[in-house]
């Protein structure tokens, strides 16, 4: 399948880069780079001064780690957004639904979503599922992202990396152009 992007009219959107994700209940990640290389392109997309929205986890389940008021709840360091920059808040896994960052990217002229965040096969892969599905051209920097390590119903556990990569594959054969940070930043 074929994406045709442009980033002169892309969105930096962010997706729960928030401090919840370092400890428990959470299980083990596997990207120690994702920190480094979000900010990498949020740094880029400031001093261009293109346009970055934020997406933060509001949880509303009793006990969740990422509920308002809790620490994990805060975003991860470096990641606040600054002056003019953009915070849409969701409770659910796609932050399309219940929100309304459908609109915010039609006032800033968005064609292109590049998307990166936590966890790449939850609230990103479903936030780029819903987005393409609504018509954006997506994109998912895929080093930009992490995830878990999770049961696979059988008695064992699925390496975070390997459902990461095989995220990275369905969502690049259907629903979005993948690339990585440093051939982002140099189209930059």
Do not use: Y
């Amino acid at each position: 399948m074929t994406f045709q992007t442009d980033l002169n009219d892309a969105v930096l959107l962010l997706v729960d880069f928030q401090q919840a994700f370092d400890g428990p209940p959470w299980p083990q990640r596997w990207n120690n780079d994702v920190d480094r290389n979000a900010l990498a392109l949020l740094a880029a997309w400031r001093k261009a001064r293109r346009p970055v929205i934020h997406v933060r986890h509001d949880s509303v389940e009793t006990g969740s780690t990422l509920r308002p008021g809790e620490p994990g709840h805060a975003m991860r360091p470096g990641f606040e957004p600054l002056a003019g920059e953009q915070l849409v808040t969701k409770s659910v896994n796609s932050a399309f639904i219940g929100t309304d960052l459908d609109l915010r990217l039609r006032r800033l002229g968005a064609k292109t979503v590049v998307t990166c965040g936590i966890s790449t096969d939850m609230c990103v892969s479903t936030t780029i599922r819903t987005g393409a599905n609504m018509g954006w051209a997506m994109m998912l920097v895929e080093d930009a992202c992490d995830c878990f390590a999770l049961p696979d119903g059988k008695g064992g556990t699925l390496s975070a990396e390997d459902v990461h990569r095989a995220h990275v594959a369905t969502l690049g054969f259907e629903f979005c152009k993948v690339t990585s940070t440093d051939t982002l930043l140099e189209a930059l």
